[in-house]
């Protein structure tokens, strides 16, 4: 009697115990996991993730640290016990690789259309992967409410574009397009993207620092951290910079990943409206 | 004959402000002339064209100018016709001082960027003229030491890019050599600091021309030989460097100019000094301003470094093939007679090589079948590379009778990464096995130039090492570009490309070590004329041997085995180089002594390497031909005094 009493209540544990163990090279996968309550044993290059990425945070004594995206350590890898890799069509050099260890599943963050649809989808993808739809559809559905939230809290002129850019160096810098998730979060809170087209497939443009005249001189812009130490000197001593109108208030961000997932997009979310609303950092 | 190059200035001059004259009016439309020059301007187009276009083309000017009178005084100081601030490493040395300065000391760059691009302009070029001046040299090896230093500082770039992507976003982009200007204060600061510096050239431009003599006739004549050589190479680093620090590298400008002037009738050094300024000025302008054009038309942004790079290469090679100066074979066994080696040094090596693998196969494992299973394929395929590598540093060094011969320079790598590269842009998901197949067509490709232009002449090793440096510097401005498109794509050929083992299989490895073997063992049984091969050549053709075959065989057989590697591996330099040179050292001279010993100490090298490479910055792999090109420099430096 107590014997079958063991063996059911073993069984029983092994049903609850029996939580996937995931693991990817990807921060957009990797975010999305954290952000519906998995922890990935294992992410790619986490000491850079924890420098673009920053939330949601990884925990170092539950995921391990993969090494270089494009090269994972396999040792590693092996020594996890991998039951499933999620990965992107951006490392799919690796998939035959990865293989090896444990199936490989892909999902896409990138589109060249309707990105939000696209991002929402792929989260709804690897909640079924890791089995936690629910929790999926709770998190959606919460994000949703947030972004209508902040949509109300915004003090921003109506007619006014916002541009989002981030500098390679004082000459040349990215704008987002509004096929990235940027895009598509100034669509949601009712901002006016001053390049309402596609961009590149991963969702920017590449631009010199004269195009800048080319935007309306009311333009909000929006600086994304990070850049290179010396842009803001020089700037200060760039003449055409100086006769631009939308100079004078800028908006700092802190580092955001600006090719991610939905938990990406509400940082940046939450960051914009902070600094529309008068909390921005300065260069 | 100074009429035709007053001709060319005419006719540059009159395309340069067709040009600039073009570019203003597709700016500017409907401006008058006195609001075009009005600084006090509101017109946000005027203010641009004030502020971007015209300091640009001021910068084009000072930039050629300043390249084209360092190149100058490179040549005269080296008595080389293609010495250039692109073909003694100058120009790399001041960008991977700035590479590195942006990853560790980004404060620095605030304010002393000129100072750190000096810095490494003059310790480049001084490591360029130590390792190739020696007492029989000629020009062709100054120019390999250049290139090869070159190649080694840039792959050390790459290892920073790499592994610090972010970091150095900024700088890929100035690394393809772009002329965009923000405001007034670069060509300002350049300017001055040029103006300094001219004033300097012209002051010693007398002691400069006194150099065309030799060294003896100079001294008797009163001028400090020394003394001006080391202030010339001091104000041409500092000229490279001011200007390196503002647009990156313009490769091979300073080159094409003087090239072009020489052609033209220019002689003394006064004469060449001044004409080629001029050209290189309003050369990389019309260049410029072409691309300026190409922007507007097309919104195309190709930086101007790369392009004129591009355009460069073919003219190193046509001065190449014509350069009519020509010094003595540089004889080999020179410098006095070393101990033969013997058995022992056999036994230490082969120790040596079984304690590395030992250790690569024990570090860090718990000795699961797994970490066997991934270990032994890449620990096979170093192996094997290690081998083909030693044999084609060997046989090129043989059959050219020129011990900086080495494989990297044949082109062959090149190749294959030409058709990696087209390969990734022609298809956004290659796979392995397309890659593959587009390196080999680019390798084959590559081979065929190389012979087509090197055939008339026998298929002299010169000739063929000729051709394969400047498809090297090719492919290393076709890689700037690609890089600077920010195109993820870039980083993936990158990492394809910089010599790692991470893509073994047990089959590839093994085959690569078949291939190995058998090439080894046809090079055993070749003895005979390799021995015949290190004479000159009409006793050798004499005793029976037809020089053109046997080179056509050799070539064939090295460039197949190379693609091999490179395919599997990708490029690794400096281990073909330095095993050959390090067998002879400890006293092999004879071909299948020399030939067992490079082997070992290749394999040891490549072993050591793989070791760091996987353990230094645990879990993250550095490449193990980036480390074994590292740890291969060092030693190269090292050996190369000993000659």
């Known amino acids: ?283 | 004959m100074v009429r035709k190059l007053n001709l060319l200035i005419f006719i540059l001059l009159g395309a340069s402000i067709a040009l600039a004259s073009i570019l203003t009016l597709k700016q500017l439309p409907q401006v008058g002339l006195t609001e075009l020059l009005n600084s006090q301007t509101n017109n946000v187009k005027i203010l641009l064209w004030q502020n971007y276009t015209l300091p640009r083309i001021v910068m084009a000017i000072l930039a050629g100018l300043g390249l084209a009178v360092a190149t100058v005084i490179l040549q005269q100081l080296t008595k080389n016709n293609l010495a250039s601030d692109s073909t003694l490493a100058v120009s790399s040395g001041a960008q991977l001082a700035i590479v590195i300065a942006t990853v560790f000391f980004p404060s620095f760059l605030i304010f002393g960027v000129s100072f750190i691009a000096f810095a490494g302009a003059l310790a480049a070029l001084m490591l360029v003229l130590v390792l190739s001046m020696r007492k029989n040299t000629n020009h062709i090896i100054v120019i390999l030491s250049g290139m090869v230093v070159s190649l080694y500082l840039g792959a050390l770039s790459a290892v920073f890019i790499l592994i610090f992507p972010e970091e150095t976003r900024s700088v890929v982009i100035w690394a393809a050599g772009s002329l965009i200007q923000d405001s007034w204060l670069d060509s300002r600061n350049l300017l001055l600091g040029l103006t300094v510096l001219l004033a300097l050239v012209l002051l010693f431009a007398k002691s400069f021309n006194m150099l065309s003599l030799d060294d003896a006739s100079a001294k008797r004549l009163g001028v400090p030989v020394l003394r001006i050589r080391i202030i010339g190479l001091i104000i041409a680093a500092f000229i490279v460097g001011l200007i390196v620090a503002r647009v990156g590298m313009l490769g091979f400008i300073g080159l094409i100019s003087t090239a072009i002037v020489r052609n033209l009738g220019a002689r003394t050094f006064k004469q060449v000094l001044f004409y080629a300024a001029v050209v290189s000025a309003l050369l990389l302008l019309v260049t410029d301003l072409l691309l300026q054009l190409v922007d507007f038309y097309y919104q195309m942004q190709i930086p101007t470094g790369a392009v004129t790079s591009i355009i460069g290469t073919p003219v190193l090679l046509y001065i190449m093939f014509t350069d009519k100066a020509r010094t003595t074979k540089v004889s080999q066994e020179s410098k006095g007679y070393r101990k033969e080696g013997g058995i022992k040094t056999y036994i230490t090596l082969i120790s040596l090589c079984l304690i590395a693998l030992l250790l690569n196969l024990s570090f860090r494992n718990d000795f699961s079948y797994t970490i066997f299973e991934l270990r032994i394929p890449r620990i096979l395929l170093e192996i094997g590379a290690a081998i083909i590598l030693a044999i084609s540093g060997l046989v090129l060094q043989r059959i050219s009778n020129n011990p900086l011969a080495s494989p990297e320079l044949l082109g062959i790598t090149s190749g294959v990464n030409l058709g990696l590269m087209a390969t990734l842009l022609l298809f956004s998901g290659a796979s392995l096995t397309a890659l593959w197949l587009g390196g080999t067509l680019g390798a084959f490709f590559v081979l065929a130039i190389v012979m087509l232009l090197s055939v008339k002449s026998g298929l002299q090793p010169e000739k063929v090492l000729m051709v394969g440096i400047s498809i090297t510097a090719l492919y290393d401005a076709a890689q700037r570009i690609f890089i600077a498109t920010n195109d993820f794509r870039a980083y993936t050929l990158l990492s394809l490309t910089s010599g790692t083992t991470y893509n073994a299989s047990l089959d590839s490895a093994l085959i690569l070590l078949i291939v190995a073997i058998v090439a080894f063992i046809v090079i055993y049984l070749l003895n005979k004329i390799f021995i015949l091969i290190s004479l000159h050549t009409p006793m050798a053709t004499e005793l029976g041997l037809n020089i053109f075959k046997t080179r056509l065989f050799f070539i064939l057989l090295v460039a197949i085995i190379l693609t091999c590697v490179t395919l599997n591996i990708g490029s690794i330099m400096f281990v073909g180089l330095i095993a050959p040179h390090a067998a002879k050292f400890l006293g092999f001279y004879k071909p299948r002594p020399q030939l067992v010993v490079s082997i070992l100490i290749a394999i040891l090298l490549m072993l050591v390497a793989d070791l760091l490479a996987k353990n230094i910055i645990y879990p993250y792999e550095i490449p193990v031909g980036l480390v074994a090109t590292i740890l291969g420099g060092i030693y190269f430096a090292y050996l190369v005094r000993k000659i």
């Open chain 1, 1 to 283: 009697m107590q014997k079958i009493f063991l063996v059911i209540l073993t069984l029983l544990f092994c049903q609850f115990s029996h939580a996937q163990r995931i693991a990817t090279v990807d921060w957009t996968v990797a975010e999305t996991l954290l952000a519906l309550g998995i922890n990935p044993v294992g992410v790619g290059d986490v000491n850079s993730y924890n420098v673009w990425v920053k939330e949601p945070k990884i925990n170092a004594n539950l995921t391990a640290d993969l090494g270089t995206r494009l090269q994972p350590n396999l040792e590693v890898i092996a020594k996890l016990d991998v039951d499933l890799f999620i990965n992107s069509p951006m490392y799919a050099s690796i998939t035959p690789k990865l293989e090896e260890f444990a199936p490989v599943q892909l999902v896409n963050f990138t589109a060249e259309n309707d990105i939000w649809a696209q991002v929402l989808n792929s989260t709804h993808e690897i909640a079924k992967l890791a089995q936690v739809e629910n929790t999926a559809n709770n998190y959606i559905a919460t994000s949703q409410r947030e972004l209508a939230d902040l949509k109300e809290k915004i003090a921003l002129d109506k007619g006014k574009k916002i541009a989002v850019v981030q500098f390679a160096d004082s000459k040349n810098f990215r704008l987002y397009a509004k096929n990235s998730i940027v895009g598509a979060v100034l669509d949601h809170l009712g901002l006016e993207n001053v390049h309402n087209q596609p961009g590149n497939l991963w969702g920017f443009i590449n631009l010199t620092i004269d195009k800048l005249a080319d935007f309306p001189a009311d333009t909000q812009l929006v600086v994304v951290k990070p850049y290179p130490a010396d842009v803001p000197a020089k700037l200060a001593l760039n003449s055409l910079w100086n006769y631009l109108p939308l100079k004078e208030n800028v908006i700092i961000l802190p580092e955001t990943w600006t090719f991610g997932g939905l938990p990406s997009a509400m940082r940046f979310a939450r960051l914009l409206v902070e600094g529309l609303n008068g909390e921005s950092g300065k260069w």
